[in-house]
């Protein structure tokens, strides 16, 4: 069984940075793509970013391109989320995803 944890939440200021890491165990990063899907207050759950298992191929949604980057390191099992420039928009809780396998997410606020 897959189980995800994530972790690297918290406050943030406005056009500050931030790091979030997603944790596999029970399976490799070699096998499983995986989704960072984010949920703001009011609003349904998002995809925010994603990294292909095989090619790492990434994909962003439009409010996140160009400040937010996916990475991997296949020998730790981990998913980084390096978020950039962020905006109070971004608030929200953050989770990974692989195969249908949930974290139980990491919340990040920005805010003053």
């Known amino acids: 069984q897959l189980v995800l944890v994530e972790s690297g939440g918290g406050l943030v200021e406005p056009g500050g940075s931030q790091r979030l890491v997603c944790r596999l165990t029970?399976?490799?990063?070699?096998?499983?793509?995986i989704g960072w899907f984010r949920q703001s207050s009011g609003k349904e759950r998002e995809g925010v970013s994603a990294?292909?298992?095989?090619?790492?191929?990434?994909f962003y949604s439009e409010s996140v391109q160009g400040r937010f980057t996916i990475s991997k390191d296949t020998r730790k099992n981990m998913v980084y989320l390096e978020m950039n420039s962020l905006e109070p928009e971004d608030t929200g809780f953050y989770y990974c995803?692989?195969?249908?396998?949930w974290g139980q997410g990491t919340q990040v606020t920005v805010s003053l």
């Open positions: 995803n692989a195969v249908g396998y």
């Open positions: 029970g399976g490799s990063l070699d096998f499983y793509d």
């Open positions: 990294i292909h298992a095989a090619t790492g191929r990434t």
